[in-house]
């Protein structure tokens, strides 16, 4: 999440949304009762001469909207928050009607709250400080580049070399390197670290093209000892020893290792642990939980979004951590395994 203003004092915030872990924090924040200004488009229907009466014009507007229902859909990526206008900069647009936003990565908006609270900061500032990692697994043949940005992963290009098989021709590799480059410039922003992974010397020749480049060579590393490549290999890499060490103070790895501490306390029958929402919900009132990991598939339970959402900010309330995690990897099916959410406890309840 890029936050460009925090005015606790005014109760301000703006920022862009950037993955759907994000979307998860602003679901924490806004609240019925809060504002949020951002562009979206409108029907205007204008009384003229030639305008028909059954059709209006879709324009772009701004408005700020007083959010009266807000829920997530981490199926498909978006947060919809539905409210009153009470502001808009066309006139065309009535005050008097309701509107909903669906927020998805990409999207800007400022949130303004009647008063701030140190929580609200407290999980803000856990978005605003999540880094960036560019993961290449490249081999002579392909190369993968993925972006993990919190615990989620995305795998945003393959690239395809167009060399041979052995006893072919071999293909001269700079514009297979010159492509793997252009889509790490394209995706590149300051504080990202470039990590570079693969079988044989590929990685080596792409490692001194990215330590020449002024921006995206400011903060690159290869990784050895990994051989796999293209799309498999950035999404095996990240549970690779090697990316752990390289990426210790990553988000990811604090959850695998939530994650990997819950597995070996049930495996050993230690009660400090807890796993589905109405267990992490009462070690939270108690407030036993040191590290928590919500999974989004703690609302195929049948569970009140509400409640989750409550229960996360009680934890951090009470001084533990929260963490979320992406399905679709392994240490997120893990979590989904135990019902969507895990917690270590800093002592156990009555037993299950």
Known sequence: MIVSSLIPKQGTCSLIVESPDDLWILRRLIAPGDTIVSKTSRV?????????????????????????????D????RLRVRGRISEASDDSISTAG???????????????????SPLDTVILTSAKASRRFLIVAIDRR????????????????????????????????????????????????????VVLAGPGHTKLALANRVSSDP??????????GFDLSGSDGVRSLIKFEGFRKVAADSVLVEVQEVVEEVVTRIARGDGKVAYTLPRVRQAAEAGAVEACVASDDVFSQNVDEQMVVDTLNLIERKGGKVFLSDPSLETGKQVSSFGGMVATLRYALRPY
Not at 74 to 77: F, N, P, R
Not at 99 to 114: E, F, N
Not at 159 to 187: I, M, T
């Open 98 to 116: 309701s509107h909903s936003v669906s927020i998805s990565p990409g999207y800007g908006l400022t949130l303004k709250k009647d008063s701030w």
């Open 215 to 224: 921006e995206i060579g400011k903060n690159s590393t290869v990784v050895e």
């Open 74 to 77: 981490s199926s498909v990526g």
């Open 142 to 193: 392909e190369a993968g580049v993925g972006l993990l940005t919190g615990s989620h992963l995305s795998v945003l290009s393959s690239v395809d070399s167009g060399a041979s098989g052995k006893g072919g021709q071999e293909a001269d590799p700079e514009p297979f390197l010159r492509k793997v480059v252009a889509v790490l410039r394209n995706s590149w922003r300051e504080g990202d670290m």
């Open 44 to 72: 205007s229907k204008r009384e003229d001469e030639y305008s028909r009466p059954d059709r209006g014009e879709r324009i772009k507007v701004t408005i700020a909207l007083v959010v009266e229902s807000v829920s997530l």
